[in-house]
């Protein structure tokens, strides 16, 4: 089957650093989403693109996020500097524009501490 | 902006049993899709089901089954014969028609414990 594949699966990181998250869509897909899970918020829609151009990023945190599309095999979300509050779950998910559902990635678990 | 309501955090079944899951939404369009994810411990959102506003049969897979009531914004997913493996959070999830912004606005969830 078919997968999004999302790298790293964990990562703990010291307040400030900069952590950079990874997709790698299902070929052929042409919507890319990031979206956040925590606990008190459950799931945020952060960003995403079509066609490799950035469609909607209302959710995300201008100040600190940041993502982008460098082609049709990576997603990229970095977040710069890092805070305890942006600890979380981050998924990324894949679909086409015309088609129903989207496929989901494993999530990157982030601990900012 | 679309809501998408789940009122029970959470549900509690004997195995085998069936249980149903409840969802409300909001929205002022005609045409749009509305989809039931499972989340397990093991965190990966899954696809359990899809319905398109436009088709008024409700869709189904396997034990699976939906009950759309457009009219009244509602969506609730019917799990029949329920087993051990169905234990998770559920998530009930709208997207509007693919015309621009259409990402997926979910719920908070419903957990679902299944007794044995």
């Known amino acids: 089957d078919a997968r999004v594949t999302q790298t790293p699966r964990h990562k703990v990181t010291e307040m400030g650093q900069e952590v950079t998250m990874r997709c790698q869509p299902i070929?052929?897909?042409?919507?890319v989403f990031w979206y956040r899970q925590t606990m008190m918020q459950g799931l945020e829609l952060l960003a995403y693109?079509?066609?490799?151009?950035?469609?909607?990023d209302s959710g995300m945190p201008k100040d600190r996020f940041s993502a982008e599309m460098p082609d049709a095999t990576l997603a990229t979300l970095k977040i710069q500097p890092s805070e305890p509050r942006d600890s979380a779950v981050y998924f990324c998910?894949?679909?086409?524009?015309?088609?129903?559902?989207?496929?989901f990635g494993s999530g990157t678990r982030l601990t900012v501490v | 902006a679309q809501t998408v309501t789940q009122s029970q955090p959470e549900m509690s079944v004997q195995e085998a049993e069936t249980v149903t899951l409840s969802c409300t939404y909001d929205?002022?369009?005609?045409?749009?899709?509305l989809f039931w994810y499972k989340q397990p411990p093991s965190r990966q959102m899954i696809l359990v089901i899809r319905?398109?506003?436009?088709?008024?049969q409700n869709a189904t897979e396997n034990r699976f089954s939906v009950n759309f009531q457009k009219a009244a914004k509602s969506f609730s997913l019917k799990i029949s014969d329920s087993q051990l493996g169905d234990a998770a959070m559920y998530f009930c999830?709208?997207?509007?028609?693919?015309?621009?912004?259409?990402?997926?606005?979910f719920g908070k969830g419903t957990h679902l414990i299944i007794q044995p």
């Open positions: 929205t002022s369009e005609s045409d749009y899709y």
């Open positions: 070929l052929g897909h042409n919507t």
């Open positions: 998910a894949s679909g086409l524009q015309v088609f129903g559902g989207y496929t």
């Open positions: 693109f079509r066609n490799r151009a950035p469609l909607d």
């Open positions: 319905q398109e506003a436009y088709k008024q």
């Open positions: 999830a709208y997207r509007r028609p693919p015309r621009g912004a259409d990402g997926l606005t």
